[in-house]
């Protein structure tokens, strides 16, 4: 079963910045063989894509509401992928969860929450 483990999420004033990390268990699968994902479920809304990373770090991706404040990066030595947000507005507030698709499958950890308040 792919464990995913997701940390450092909180509360914050708007401005301020978090990082978050994600920790993949290596038992159960390769990590520096996946690309890597963060998105994010604001209360009554739907899941959506946050940003993106390729197996190697070499390319990345974001969604139009977070360029040039969040930036997605990788440790394949530590099967850490890290989501740094900075400038964070109260818009940014929900759970946010590491994602990779396995075996034609999503699969997501469990989420941290982020709060910003205004």
């Known amino acids: 079963q792919v464990q995913l483990v997701e940390s450092g999420g909180g509360l914050v004033q708007a401005g301020d910045s978090l990082r978050l990390s994600c920790a993949a268990s290596a038992r159960t699968f390769s990590f520096s063989s996946y690309a890597m994902g963060w998105f994010r479920q604001a209360p009554g809304k739907e899941r959506e894509f946050v940003a993106a990373i390729t197996s190697s770090g070499s390319s990345k991706n974001y969604a139009d509401s977070v360029k040039g404040r969040f930036t997605i990066s990788r440790d394949n030595a530590k099967n850490t992928v890290y989501l740094q947000m900075n400038s964070l507005k109260a818009e940014d507030t929900a759970v946010y969860y590491c994602?990779?698709?396995?075996?034609?499958?999503?699969?997501w950890g469990k989420g941290t929450l982020v709060t910003v308040s205004s």
């Open positions: 994602n990779v698709f396995l075996n034609y499958t999503d699969r």
